[in-house]
């Protein structure tokens, strides 16, 4: 069976203080992994992606995350938060050659000054 | 990069009428499309997966005759929520996956379409 879970829903962070994202998963095959963001009334944007190659995935403004087989986590990671990074994020599993996407809960950011 | 567009961005109707979302793949051509709904403050729930000139797959619980699914060509697949009601009004998000895409199962989404039924 397939499913992830977001053990936050909700994170705290001040403005250039580091954020971090929990996720694990659960995957019955090799998983592609994906960290999405939302922003309030918008699409989903691609944050990263794990498909297998490198575990350490940088995706774009700044994120990435570290895939660890052992521990089944896709934590997401950024060194400095800044304002803009408030928003909804969506930690997603897709086992490889299954047409689903499983999605957590989500995790929503928020940025004080 | 892959590029997915929804009309409307929001609609608003009376309770019975129907009402039709379009997603489109701008820069690509996808076999595939999802719709999801998106309730507030909770995650994307899969309604449908979309193939291009076949029916769409649904997931348990949904209402095909309730939420019609056109996928008519490789850019273009719609939504059309027919006989709406104030429960049907949700966030619509669709997807599309670029072709070849089958084994990551990366999905592109749209900015979603705000249904609003009185």
């Known amino acids: 069976a397939q499913s992830v879970t977001q053990l936050d829903s909700h994170v705290s962070v001040s403005e250039g203080t580091p954020v971090l994202l929990r996720c694990n998963y659960s995957?019955?095959?090799?998983?592609?992994l994906f960290w999405y963001v939302q922003h309030p009334n918008k699409g989903l944007q691609l944050l990263l992606k794990?498909?297998?190659?490198?575990?350490l995935v940088k995706g774009i403004n700044g994120f990435e995350a570290e895939f660890k087989k052992s521990e089944t986590s896709f934590h997401l990671t950024k060194p400095s938060a800044h304002m803009s990074d408030a928003a909804e994020y969506f930690c997603?599993?897709?086992?490889?050659?299954?047409?689903?996407?499983?999605f957590g809960t989500g995790t929503r950011l928020l940025v004080s000054p | 990069g892959a590029v997915v567009s929804q009309h409307p961005s929001w609609v608003i109707c009376k309770s019975g009428t129907s009402v039709k979302i379009e997603c489109r793949s701008l820069?690509?051509?996808?076999?595939?499309m999802f719709w999801y709904r998106q309730f507030p403050k909770q995650s994307l729930m899969l309604m449908a997966t979309s193939n291009e000139g076949s029916k769409a797959t649904y997931e348990q619980g949904v209402e095909k005759d309730k939420f019609l699914i056109n996928h008519a060509s490789l850019t273009l697949s719609t939504l059309t929520v027919t006989s709406a009601h104030p429960e049907d009004s949700s966030f619509y998000i669709c997807?599309?996956?670029?072709?070849?895409?089958?084994?990551?199962?990366?999905?592109?989404f749209g900015p979603g379409t705000r249904l609003t039924v009185l």
């Open positions: 997807s599309a996956r670029v072709p070849g895409g089958q084994i990551y199962n990366e999905q592109f």
């Open positions: 820069d690509f051509q996808a076999t595939t």
């Open positions: 995957s019955s095959y090799s998983p592609s």
């Open positions: 997603v599993v897709s086992p490889w050659g299954f047409q689903k996407l499983v």
């Open positions: 794990y498909t297998s190659a490198a575990t």
